[in-house]
């Protein structure tokens, strides 16, 4: 199918190896570096363990790529999340990617986080569900909706604002990055808007959500950065109309970008031979956009 566009307007152990291969090809070298443990500014112990990543996709800029697990510690709490950091032609810019409901150790998403590295971001994972995704057997929407209804929002919300932190302390707070960007899928589309909201332009420059679930529309006014929303049409989960009204109401520079035909996934897990091409060009948008709002 073609592209149209509707509108132009961070202890505990940590583990180390990613448990299913990445459907690009990319593997994963452990090495012998111990847990490294340090503390941030809110004297939060964090734990991580390094593992490389060969090159395996013909991106230009993908030469090397580091993952690093780590685990942060407050009380008794304990939050996990992945970041993968660009080993060459390393731009300096942090990215936080908020998974579908599947989870931070998803090889879909890792998949995807791995090639946004490869264009020279450090992009973290955090685990949103504290170890208990909805997993992919589970098909009973009475079940799903009872797992969700277990999802905190304000411990999720708190989550992403302590691994927000994180970033800010090791990007900006030494002059790298001015700004961060933040993109989510599905239920991680929805929970970008949020956390734009929340955050009001302070260290998000720029949010990109690919087919948003269970949007607040009364967040988007709080919204200061532009937003790129990417989704297909034929998507019953992710309304068009929803998403162009939410759009209307953010600050000027956002945009709706639709693929006709298309479901919900289909960018960062397709199904067929045609979502794998305009899930191809929906990288692309979503790579430029960053690079324009972000590194230029």
């Known amino acids: 199918m073609g592209l149209s566009t509707a509108r132009t307007s961070i202890g505990s152990v940590c583990v180390c190896a990613i448990s299913k291969p990445l459907r690009r090809h990319c593997h994963f070298l452990p ?5 490294v443990f340090f503390q ?20 230009e800029a993908c030469e090397l790529v580091s993952g ?14 992945y970041l993968f950091k660009a080993v060459k032609n ?25 090639r946004v590295a490869c264009n020279g971001y450090n ?18 929407p009475d079940v799903f909706e009872k797992w969700i209804a277990r999802q905190n929002p304000e411990r999720i919300a708190e989550d992403i604002t302590r691994w927000t932190k994180w970033l800010v302390d090791e990007f900006m707070a030494v002059g790298i990055s001015k700004k ?39 967040a988007a006014s709080d919204i200061k950065a532009p937003v790129l929303f990417i989704l297909g ?3 019953p989960l992710c309304q068009v109309s929803e998403i162009e009204n939410v759009e209307k109401k953010i600050a000027s520079g956002s945009k709706v970008v639709l693929f006709p035909g298309r479901g919900h996934g289909f960018a960062h ?12 060009q929906a990288y692309v948008i979503m790579r430029d956009w960053l690079y324009d709002r972000l590194v230029v």
């Open 31 to 35: 090495t012998s570096v111990s847990p």
């Open 233 to 235: 049409d034929n998507d």
């Open 123 to 140: 992009i973290l994972v955090p685990d949103l569900f504290r170890g208990n995704p909805w997993t992919k057997d589970q098909q009973d």
């Open 180 to 218: 961060l960007g933040i993109i989510g899928f599905c239920f991680g589309g929805g929970q970008v808007l949020k956390v734009l909201a929340k955050d009001q332009g302070a260290c998000f420059g720029t949010g990109v959500s690919f087919y948003g679930t269970r949007i607040d529309p009364l």
């Open 68 to 81: 690093v697990e780590l685990s942060l510690e407050e009380g008794d709490e304990n939050i996990r999340a």
């Open 40 to 59: 941030d500014a809110a004297d939060s112990k964090i734990s991580c363990s390094l593992v490389n990543v060969e090159d395996g996709i013909d991106d």
């Open 269 to 280: 897990r397709p199904g067929s031979p045609e979502e794998d091409v305009d899930a191809e």
């Open 90 to 114: 390393n731009n300096g810019t942090g990215l936080l990617l908020l998974s579908d409901v599947f989870g931070f150790e998803d090889s879909f998403t890792r998949d995807f986080a791995y």
